[in-house]
């Protein structure tokens, strides 16, 4: 018999003449809990040692596929090997961090990374300030030496370890740079300015669409998907903010940059970005970013207009499979990645819940049963707002993968709606203190 059902019929309400409910009062992580159960075959909720013995999760962050979790990469050679420290951001929100990171691990680079506070979501370590006195990231420390500004650090980089096919410098590259700054500035002038009328939006919508035009027919100049002949720094250099345009204008501007019609040709590059491993373990998704940028940039603002209301309840309540974020397929058992990573936070996870604890424990046990089962677990009554105030702070790839987070928010809302529908508390916009890392890591500040 399947471990899942094992379990689940050790721990089923089956008493025959239950005539409407169990009462189940099990003492779990320190808190005293009182579930109602329903009648005859409703699971309950498995305990944190059950779940526990489901999971079936296992990574070499070191030497295994690029991650979010890794503090040394190796690539299978020595750690004195390595000469190269990454100072990155803890949440990796930061686009010019995801840059120099991809870099590395294209080139398999050993390195070693020191995960640092973004001002936006708390203070940053004064260890970091005496190292680089701006604070600004990324940073990159070769051979002792400290670099900081994305561009020189993947000069340096270039310097000491090789280009990637085509380097900084390349005569093929540097109008492809200059393409990259031009559409940034397009995106930040109808993303990151109030415009008093839907004409202004629609001039500034205007204005960006024919420069992602321009990209658009770039790629159409090369036989393959890339920017250039193969995958190169050129790839690199575009990376980070086309995956944050492609998230930003869907849920503020109702636009679709990954539209196989329209830009049929950046949609292939996607595509094709998102078969390499080493962007796959980078990337992030639409929810992350939509909240994660507006106190980066000051500000994203929404056109209102019916396509951008409709993404943004799609983006912020689900169902999150139909969000065009991502153009391949769920692994196997993605759900065990996503349990593990709760297991191994999960104190974190329910201190830092304004949620009641003694509600919101048996919440999360209830949500991770019906994601480990594929059966509807039934939450604590007023417990939904905890629930949910969790699933709208679920990051990738800080948290864990794309699909692994789409299936957690799906059963982090499903089980929400069993016991109702409050909301959790809004996320703000002019800052992310409620993601300061200290809540969740051991973070040195001296």
């Known amino acids: 018999m399947h471990r899942f059902a094992r379990i689940l019929l050790k721990r089923r309400v089956t008493t025959a003449s239950a005539i409407s409910s169990a009462f189940l009062q099990p003492k779990v992580g320190g808190f005293t809990t009182n579930i109602t159960m329903s009648t005859q075959d409703t699971p309950v909720p498995l305990s944190w040692e059950e779940l526990e013995a489901l999971c079936n999760y296992k990574s070499d962050s070191i030497n295994g596929p690029t991650n979010a979790h890794s503090t040394l990469r190796l690539f299978a050679e020595s750690e004195s090997n390595v000469r190269v420290t990454l100072y990155r951001d803890h949440h990796a929100w930061c686009p010019y961090c995801q840059k120099i990171w991809i870099y590395l691990e294209e080139k398999q680079i050993p390195y070693k990374i020191s995960k640092v506070t973004m001002f936006c979501y708390g203070e940053k370590e004064r260890w970091y300030l005496k190292k680089v006195r701006s ?76 420069v992602a035009q321009e990209m658009n027919n770039a790629l159409g100049k090369t036989a393959g998907p890339f920017m250039l002949e193969k995958f190169s720094t050129a790839d690199i250099v575009f990376i980070p903010y086309l995956e944050r345009m492609n998230a930003s204008l869907f849920y503020y501007k109702g636009f679709n940059l990954r539209d196989p019609v329209k830009y049929a040709n950046i949609a292939t590059w996607f595509d094709a970005i998102e078969r390499r491993e080493t962007y796959r373990g980078t990337q992030s998704d639409f929810h992350t970013h939509v909240h994660d940028l507006p106190p980066q940039m000051g500000g994203c603002f929404s056109n209102d207009q019916p396509d951008a209301i409709k993404n943004q309840a799609l983006v912020d309540n689900g169902p999150w499979a139909g969000i065009p974020d991502v153009g391949f397929q769920a692994a196997p058992n993605v759900e065990h990645e996503a349990l593990y990573r709760v297991l191994r936070h999960r104190t974190n996870i329910i201190k830092v819940n304004p949620a009641d604890k003694s509600l919101f424990d048996p919440a999360l046990r209830s949500a991770l049963t019906t994601m480990m089962t594929g059966k509807t677990c039934t939450a604590p009554k007023n417990s939904d707002s905890g629930l949910r105030y969790l699933r709208d702070r679920v990051n990738v790839p800080r948290d864990m993968s794309i699909h692994a987070a789409k299936r957690l928010r799906d059963a982090l809302e499903s089980t929400a709606a069993t016991a109702g529908h409050a909301q959790g508390k809004p996320i703000t916009t002019n800052h992310r203190r409620d993601q300061d890392p200290r809540n969740f890591v051991d973070i040195k500040s001296t």
């Open 135 to 210: 604070g600004m990231l990324p940073a990159l420390e070769i051979d002792g030496r400290i670099i900081t500004e994305s561009d020189d650090i993947l000069f340096a980089l270039e310097e000491t370890f090789g280009s990637l096919e085509y380097g900084m410098s390349d005569k093929q590259v540097i109008p492809l740079r200059k393409l990259e700054r031009k559409l940034f500035g397009a995106w930040c002038n109808w993303l990151c300015y109030p415009h008093s009328t839907i004409h202004q939006d629609n001039q500034a919508r205007t204005r960006f669409e024919i």
